[in-house]
């Protein structure tokens, strides 16, 4: 469902955030992840963990990949059960991942709490509102690298 | 070549490279260190702590087990921090208490990840001085209403905290708290005023050097006596608001998430109560004889060692599968970490019980061993849930629906 | 941050206990020291001292400049940061630490490190190798960084000594790095009455410079130590090659706990600084 509540008008009717037009929260979160690498505070957070991660929004409805120096890539949906023996895994798109070191699971609204301080990390793992598989205490690194988005 | 019972230290391939040197100073020193004195440390009057030893575990880390690396911690996970405590507890469960119950103040702070909580709390923990902490949860009224969620509607004369301008105001007693009578901070829930039983638990951290906080009974424990326990009173107790760990209201969450966490521990830690009960039976039964024969030449004995064995690799296999799954998946699971305690919690009673049948008169003697192993076995059912409390929360994630819990 | 936080954590900082760093240490320390005062001094590089003793350096450090008022605690507050530590590798840092053998607890402090880029060029608008330095290299000028005695020690004989046996190891550590021809000069900034001053009477060859603060210093997190009435100076300092006669007299003076002050001992002993 599109979400209106991001569009702010100027005094001449001109739209100042386009691109929130008719966005959903899951896609707001994506573009919020996407930026990362141009945030110092959390780039520089996200590199101190070494990971390499995968970020699975809304159980799979959509998926990014983020190396170990903070560059996102959004990928096509991804079918980990595509046997990994050279270390890859696919997406359904054709397209060949390296398998993570951690995955990282959550809702798009959820990310973007972190981000905008309404949700804490603490809250986010005790709550279940934060899934990992992998080294939690690394999973745990990268949420706190989304709360300075 | 016999099969040893006891985990080889120098075998940690399991690990991670940077814990298994830790690990293993850490075990050789439970082995070579702490074993030889825990019947002095038992025999000794309540509320005493060996300082000296304490001491020397702080420097080899043990009092800062599971802080981060990067801050200067060992980093362990649950893995790693079950191989040491077995060892400990295979020696000493007192001791092992000790650093277990610090490590349960630091875990809150090192999951919610606040770096001014962090640096006034945790960077003290750095040092050479050996610092103490504990986790204040149990109160004279209210056990395991502060173990089941769903019992917390009927906790009864709660730890309160009042909202009072910029801080929260604590009032209440705190009963059965490992490391009380010298630990210098806490972390204390208490019940967020005006909320029914302990429906509005938030955790708090104290230093409990400040005004109000009194030291009230050390308990004369039957086990465990290497580790003092007794009561914390707080008299209005002026904590910071920014004192919260997490949210207010958050403190369920966190006990829940705490205890899951924790459980892997102290069914390591009953693993290794079960495995000393083995040690002592084995050497019992190599050495004596009757009807001319070793006493493990006999068949009824020989069932029992090998059910002792296999409690003792059973709960080992548990505690293991448990951590592993722990350190690597969020949520926290529940049912892995819940099995494991029960099994273990178990058999460190059956395996005492055992030996006991086994070594026969010479273990009623007070001066026997087993005298204290036995009544150490009985303490892992008592924290962190017991088995009944354990066994409704196995029961409810095979039966219940998440909706449903 | 209310003054009650700031000082539970000015008091966190300044009370880690490094009472056994000396066994932890995995490497040679440049200087040992010890006095009747009661101090133990050593200066050891950053990589060859335990993650957890430089993580308490960072956070004693932090403490100092809290308590001394040259942090911005909303700031400190607001960006989440409650500790000083290094940016750059530790095998760049030397440390020399004073301690307190009563109670294991810092007494003073001073860092000497060769970072990529220094302190002073990021705190002002100039190139040390142009205006401080010129004709030497970069890789042959330490800065050092961090003069500091913890903050409320009163007045006894080891508060008196801390800065002095800091500087005493660190001038030791200097010239050592002299002699293996690591070190060419020794840069900074303080107080014109205060460390430059101080090196000064320690017979090196102080020379300061005018040079202008980045705009930007006083509305960061070190804004109030920016914001203060006299304003620091960048120094250049090499150790006059007659140095260690001074030197072997104050160290004497410091290990065997002598009443009285430095500054009037190094008159009293004629070096044309005092």
Redesign the interface.
């Given at each position: 469902m599109s979400d209106l509540n991001c569009v702010n008008m100027s005094g001449h009717g001109v739209l100042e955030r386009t691109e929130f037009i008719l966005s959903s929260p899951i896609d707001i979160a994506v573009e919020r992840i996407l930026r990362l690498p141009d945030i110092p505070a959390a780039v520089d957070s996200y590199r101190a963990v070494g990971v390499t991660t995968r970020i699975v929004l809304d159980g799979g409805a959509r998926t990014l990949w983020i190396d170990p120096e903070g560059t996102v890539s959004p990928v096509g949906e991804t079918n980990p059960t595509i046997p990994g023996g050279n270390n890859e895994m696919a997406g359904t798109d054709g397209s060949r991942w390296p398998v993570p070191d951690i995955t990282v699971e959550l809702s798009g609204e959820d990310l973007l709490a972190l981000a905008d301080g309404r949700l804490t990390v603490l809250r986010a793992i005790t709550a279940s509102r934060l899934g990992a598989r992998g080294p939690i205490f690394a999973a745990i690194g990268v949420a706190h690298s989304f709360t300075r988005l | 070549m016999t099969i040893s019972i006891r985990p080889d230290l120098d075998d940690l391939h399991t690990l991670p490279k940077a814990h298994r040197d830790p690990v293993r100073l850490l075990g050789e020193f439970a082995r070579d260190r702490i074993a030889p004195t825990a019947e002095a440390r038992d025999r000794a009057p309540i509320g005493t702590v060996d300082w000296d030893l304490v001491t020397e575990a702080q420097?080899l880390g043990g009092l800062?087990m599971g802080l981060?690396?990067?801050?200067?911690?060992l980093?362990l996970?649950a893995e790693a921090l079950g191989r040491v405590l077995e060892e400990f507890a295979a020696a000493d469960p007192g001791f092992a208490l000790i650093l277990g119950a610090t490590g349960l103040f630091q875990t809150?702070l090192v999951?919610?990840?606040d770096?001014?909580l962090?640096?006034?709390?945790l960077?003290?923990f750095?040092?050479?001085?050996p610092l103490l902490a504990c986790n204040a949860v149990a109160e004279e009224l209210n056990g395991t209403d502060l173990v089941l969620a769903q019992n917390a509607p009927y906790a009864t004369d709660m730890t309160t905290a009042t909202e009072r301008g910029?801080h929260y105001v604590l009032s209440g007693k705190k009963k059965y708290i490992t490391n009380a009578p010298v630990a210098r901070y806490a972390t204390v829930m208490a019940n967020i005023a005006g909320h029914p039983g302990s429906t509005g638990l938030t955790c708090f951290v104290v230093?409990l050097a400040w005004d109000g906080v009194q030291r009230g009974a050390t308990h004369d424990k039957v086990g465990y006596r290497t580790a003092p326990a007794g009561e914390l009173v707080f008299n209005d107790v002026e904590v910071?608001k920014?004192n919260v760990?997490?949210?207010v209201l958050?403190g369920w969450?966190?006990n829940?998430?705490q205890g899951n966490i924790c459980r892997v521990t102290c069914a390591a830690i009953a693993t290794g109560l079960a495995r000393h009960s083995l040690e002592r039976a084995l050497r019992w039964v190599t050495e004596r004889r009757q009807s001319g024969r070793l006493l493990f030449e006999h068949q009824m004995t020989a069932r029992k060692i090998a059910d002792m064995a296999a409690a003792v690799e059973s709960a080992r296999a548990l505690w293991v599968n448990a951590a592993r799954t722990?350190?690597?998946?969020?949520?926290?699971p529940a049912y892995e970490p819940a099995i494991a305690k029960m099994v273990a919690d178990r058999a460190a009673v059956d395996n005492a019980n055992t030996a006991m049948s086994l070594i026969g008169a010479q273990a009623f003697q007070r001066d026997d061993e087993m005298e204290r192993i036995l009544r150490d076995s009985f303490g892992p059912r008592i924290y962190e849930g017991s088995p009944e409390a354990l066994a409704m929360t196995v029961t409810d994630l095979l039966c219940l629906e998440d909706e449903r819990r | 941050m209310t003054a009650l936080a700031l000082e539970r954590l000015a008091a966190a900082g300044s009370g880690v206990g490094f009472a056994r760093v000396e066994r932890a240490l995995t490497g040679e320390p440049a200087y040992l020291g010890s006095g009747l005062d009661g101090s133990l001094t050593l200066t050891v590089r950053g990589d060859h001292l335990p993650t957890r003793y430089r993580e308490a350096l960072g956070a004693f450090r932090f403490a100092q400049y809290l308590r001394l008022g040259w942090i911005d605690p909303h700031l400190a507050a607001a960006e989440g940061r409650y500790t000083d530590r290094p940016a750059h590798d530790p095998r760049r840092d030397l440390h020399t630490l004073v301690i307190d053998r009563a109670d294991g607890r810092l007494a003073g402090y001073v860092g000497l490190a060769r970072p990529e880029r220094f302190g002073l060029e990021a705190d002002y608008d100039l190139r040390v190798d142009v205006e401080l330095a010129p004709q030497t290299p970069r890789g042959h000028l330490w800065e050092a960084k961090r003069l500091v005695r913890r903050v409320g020690m009163g007045h006894g004989q080891l508060a008196r000594n801390a800065p002095w046996w800091a500087l005493l190891a660190l001038t030791r550590t200097v010239t050592g790095l002299r002699e293996r021809g690591e070190l060419a000069a020794m840069i900074g900034d303080g107080a014109p009455d205060g460390s430059p001053a101080m090196l000064a009477l320690l017979d090196y060859d102080v020379r300061t410079i005018t040079a202008r603060p980045r705009a930007g210093n006083r509305t960061g997190l070190y804004g109030p130590m920016w914001r203060q009435e006299t304003a620091a100076v960048p120094f250049h300092a090499v150790p006059h090659p007659r140095q260690e006669p001074l030197l072997e007299d104050l160290e004497r003076f410091l290990a065997l706990g002598r009443t009285g002050s430095v500054r009037e001992l190094l008159r009293a002993k004629g070096h044309p600084h005092a």
């Open positions: - | 420097d800062r981060p690396e990067g801050m200067g911690g980093g996970g809150p999951l919610a990840g770096e001014r962090a640096a006034e709390y960077m003290p750095l040092g050479d001085e910029d230093d910071p920014e760990v997490g949210d958050g969450d966190l829940t998430t722990v350190d690597t998946t969020l949520p926290v | -």
